[in-house]
């Protein structure tokens, strides 16, 4: 009889969907105040999941609560940036 591996879950800052870790997106704070795409899922700093749908939640992804899951305060240009990549990661996956 073969053990089963332990699943790691993680839940989805804006629709709070519970689901395996490797099947969302980590967003990390960076160092000089943005957020960015943590493709290895080992970067260094404070870091929230987001799902791979760029509808998920009923209003999408919401600023604010991921915001306030990384501790911090993304301007209008890096929101537009990290928007942007996040919609380029989402289309690399599918």
Known sequence: MAKQRHVPLRTCVSCGTKTAKRDLLRIVAGPEGG???????????????LCQDPDC????????RLQHA??????????????????QAASARA
């Open 35 to 49: 957020a960015e795409i943590d493709a290895s899922s080992k970067a260094n700093g404070r870091g929230a999941y």
């Open 57 to 64: 939640g009923p209003e999408g992804r919401r600023r604010g």
């Open 70 to 87: 990384l501790r911090l305060t993304l301007d209008d240009d890096k929101w537009a940036e990290l928007t942007k990549s996040l919609a």
